[in-house]
């Protein structure tokens, strides 16, 4: 039924969760995993406003790109095929962008609770990627 699974992947109680669904989802039906972390732009990083200067943009996409390649490793040895891939910008925009760019045909979210002012600020990743993807079936775990 699904072909290539995209799960979005922060590192998160609630993606942790989405990547176990995710992964449980890829064996029943012999998908392709597709694991994808957002870097948002500096001045919004990890739901705190920071000074861009704060943060090394790049030591953050090696050490994401570090731990998806460990979880990549363990998967594949599970028998799944296993893409991954560290991007910047907008989360909701980006995870929309590359599931239509690489066919994925269910994307796998975990639900994080946001504050009042988080979610007026950054919005709701979740929210954003269910109102936009419009080739994929989008399944939030809570």
Known sequence: ?????????DGSEGGEKALTR????AKVFGSELCLLTVIPPSS???GEIVAPDAIN???????????LADISAKLVQEGLKVRYDVLTGD???V???????????LI???KRRLSRLERLVL???????????????????P
């Open 108 to 110: 796998v979210l975990g």
């Open 44 to 46: 919004l990083a990890f």
């Open 57 to 67: 943009l790049s030591l953050i996409i090696e050490s994401s790109r570090k731990r």
């Open 95 to 105: 995870v929309v962008s590359y599931a239509e760019a690489n066919s994925c045909d």
């Open 1 to 9: 039924m699904y072909k290539r699974v995209l799960v979005g992947y």
């Open 123 to 141: 919005g709701s990743v979740t929210h954003k990627v269910a109102g936009k993807a419009t080739r994929a079936d989008v399944l939030v775990v």
């Open 91 to 93: 989360p909701g925009d």
């Open 22 to 25: 995710a992964v449980e989802l």
